[in-house]
């Protein structure tokens, strides 16, 4: 069985993590969504995601404010891990940390490969522009383990955190929103290694966002 995990990267929702959805599902602000947001520019019923001949497809459900994904606007696409899909105020990134690794690595393996056989700098003509990115693949793929948040923050610390945090959180966003990638693009204006490592940041800042501003009582 196909599963899938998206989290919520921006958005009221931003820190939610929803691992092994069944498909098909969908994705809305009312109840009867695999993933309901609480996001006043999402449709009822906004997208609908479903695997068909091995392929996971996204279906814009007729939405009002519609669907991007990468930036660019659709109404049917097949998405691949590390795909960011855009709804109403709300971004979700497709895929887990080890399947978006995998995909990086396929694409620096093919790139390599590629340009072994042409003896000369190459482009991956399915993918991303991808610029000598093995140093930041193994940072990428490191298990080195992440820092914790501080115990027992006073209120005015734990506010003063998040107001860190927020400032990264929108330096990376600015940059991570900035590319348009169509679904028959040939290039990114970024190397693919260093673009899923800063994603892989702002998923993770949303999280620690989101742990402090509903700390457990």
């Known amino acids: 069985m196909t599963l ?17 959805l069944k498909l098909p599902f969908t994705v809305g602000r009312e109840e009867g969504n695999a993933i309901q947001l609480n996001d006043e520019r999402i449709s009822r019923f906004h997208i ?3 695997e068909d001949n091995q392929y996971i497809v996204l279906t ?9 994904v990468n930036g660019q606007d659709c109404q049917l696409r097949i998405l691949r891990f590390g795909d960011l899909i855009a709804v109403g105020r709300s971004v979700l990134l497709y895929g887990s940390r080890e399947q978006i690794v995998e995909r990086v690595q396929e694409s620096l393996t093919a790139i390599e490969a590629k340009a072994d056989l ?9 993918d991303f522009e991808v610029d000598g ?4 693949m193994l940072m990428l793929s490191s298990s080195i383990p992440q820092p914790k948040i501080p115990e027992r923050l006073t209120p005015s610390q734990a506010a003063q955190l998040a107001e860190l945090l927020e400032h ?14 169509p679904e028959h693009a040939t290039t990114v204006k970024l190397d693919i290694a260093t673009w899923q490592l800063m994603i892989q940041m702002y998923a993770r800042l949303s999280e ?4 402090i501003a509903e700390p457990e009582l």
Do not use: C
Request: charged content about 25%; cysteine-free.
């Open 4 to 20: 899938a995990n998206l989290r919520v990267v921006q958005g009221a929702d931003r820190g939610r993590v929803y691992l092994d």
């Open 208 to 211: 620690l966002i989101r742990s």
């Open 60 to 68: 814009d459900l007729d939405s009002t404010n519609g669907t991007r």
């Open 48 to 50: 609908k995601v479903q």
């Open 168 to 181: 990264f959180h929108g330096q990376l966003g600015s940059v991570i929103e900035s590319p348009k990638t």
């Open 133 to 136: 990115s093995q140093s930041v």
């Open 118 to 126: 042409q003896n000369s700098p190459s482009k991956d003509p399915l």
